[in-house]
């Protein structure tokens, strides 16, 4: 006899999540303005194969369709985010471009009819170029202009949208912006512009809660992050104190400022000591901004992918140590698939911060697996990662952890930022000639699931 596992809690919100500059194209449609992406996408040689994301899934002439399939899915929930320039084209206009807000009021209205609650995103990544080109997020003033496109997009949207993330993925921007430099601006190195990145984007959050809540009666308002887990590749004390600095600089450096209202002293001194800040880069860190960071916010995105494994490259050849630690299967872009580290991390948040509630707004994986000569997509193996970590979900939030809804990444293969188009994340294929849709297996596995509240068989 086959066992009933339980199902996870009442108004559980099951959801799949997508990003304007990954799915919409249409980037130069309607009076919409150049973002960064555009800018990124369009100098050769940043993007593989030179992809970009000027029609990707052409979801903005495809929403309808994309909204059934939704509908047809179950979801009860949908993560999408606007594109600012398409709001303010250059993003420092006095008045919006009403045919942008137009759209997003369309497909507002669309999903509500569906009754899927829209969650809404208000930066994933594409930021116009003409606030880029005054300095960006290293320039504070940038957060006055935030701040009028977030005021402006819940004043026409606030009456129906009520759960809004202010940023997704922080040190994304930060991080692969101005030390990796392989993000837009693509910057190397620049800790001074990195740290200020991290401090505007926290900051401009902060002071964005009271905006949206002034215009959107009873809205939840909190941010996406991106969480690593890391662990030690070896016993050596390099890789050990490596991955000390791994978790700061990727995890803490967010979740202390949003949730304890301080700054990790450990990577602060690390880079004071290291000469790659100064006095001045530390001072714009000041306790009354980290007040407004640490703004009640309703709750926490968390986006799970994988755990790092951490190898300190500079370790002495006489104290290299074997590497302990054993990956485990990896997905087709290479990264880890381990379910456990997403249970110690959603428990380690629960120990370490008192966040009165969570929603994993991203978790997926990808694999190229397309359509056979029947259209039949054999993704078996997408459904193993979502499945395993569901699983590991479930007993998260059993121990205690209170998460109250699950994003899978994504809805549809789509644009995945410089690696184009070969990285294929999507519970719906898509083929980018034809921009004809199929939904995959894992498509139907997922809307059984959710028929289910997640109690697999
Ligand atoms: O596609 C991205 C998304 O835009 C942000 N989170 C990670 C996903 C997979 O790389």
């Known amino acids: 006899m086959k066992k009933r596992r339980h199902k996870f809690p009442e108004n559980f919100i099951w959801g799949t999540a997508t990003s304007s500059y990954q799915i919409e194209g249409a980037f130069n449609s309607d009076g919409k303005g150049p973002s960064v992406w555009d800018t990124h996408s369009h100098t050769k040689g940043k993007i593989k194969n030179n992809d970009t994301g000027d029609i990707a899934c052409n979801h903005y002439s495809y929403w309808k369709e994309d909204c059934k399939l939704l509908n047809d899915l179950g979801v009860n929930a949908y993560r999408f985010s606007t594109s600012w ?16 807000l137009d759209f997003y009021s369309r497909l507002v209205d669309t999903l509500l009819d569906y009754d899927i609650l829209p969650f809404l995103t208000l930066n994933h990544w594409d930021i116009p170029q003409g606030v880029e080109d005054l300095g960006g997020w290293p320039n504070r003033n940038i957060i006055d202009y935030y701040l009028e496109y977030t005021f402006s997009l819940s004043k026409h949207l606030g009456d129906r949208v009520k759960n809004w993330i202010t940023h997704n993925e922080p040190w994304c921007i930060s991080y ?12 190397k190195n620049n800790w001074s512009k990195s740290i200020a990145t991290t401090h505007h984007l926290l900051l401009s959050h902060g002071m964005a809660i009271p905006e949206i809540k002034s215009n959107s009666k009873g809205a939840e308002v909190g941010i996406t992050l991106n969480l690593t887990p890391a662990v030690p590749a070896s ?7 490596e991955c000390i600095r791994f978790d700061g600089v990727f995890n803490r450096m967010y979740l202390d400022p949003l949730f304890k209202k301080s700054y990790p002293k450990d990577i602060i001194d690390w880079l004071m000591k290291d000469n790659l800040i100064n006095k001045s880069d530390v001072d714009i860190l000041s306790e009354k901004d980290l007040d407004i960071i640490g703004t009640d916010a309703d709750f926490l995105g968390v986006n799970y992918y994988s755990r790092a494994i951490v190898r300190n490259k500079d370790i002495p050849k006489e104290k290299n140590l074997p590497v302990e630690i054993k990956s485990s299967e990896k997905t087709d872009f290479g990264w880890e698939v381990h379910p456990e580290s997403f249970y110690k991390l959603l428990t380690r948040i629960k120990d370490d911060y008192s966040i009165k509630k969570i929603y994993i707004t991203e978790n997926g994986c990808s694999y ?3 359509p056979d000569k029947n259209k039949i997509i054999d993704d078996n193996k997408r459904i193993d990662y979502h499945s395993s970590h569901i699983l590991s979900l479930k007993k998260a939030i059993k121990n205690g ?21 070969q990285q294929r994340f999507g519970l719906i294929w898509v083929d980018f000639n034809s921009l004809e849709r199929i939904p995959k297996k894992s498509y139907f596995w997922y809307k059984n699931l959710i028929n289910k509240n997640g109690a697999e068989e």
Not at 235 to 241: A, I, R, V
Not at 407 to 420: I, Y
Request: net charge negative; glycine share 14%.
């Open 401 to 421: 952890v209170p998460c109250d809804g699950y994003f899978a990444w994504s809805l549809m293969d789509n644009f995945e930022w410089c690696e184009g188009f």
């Open 368 to 370: 190229k697996i397309g």
């Open 85 to 100: 320039p398409r709001i303010f084209p250059k993003g420092i206009e006095s008045k919006p471009n009403m045919l942008g």
């Open 235 to 241: 016993k050596s004390t390099y890789d050990f104190d």
């Open 176 to 187: 692969k912006g101005y030390i990796e430099g392989d993000f837009p601006p693509g910057i």
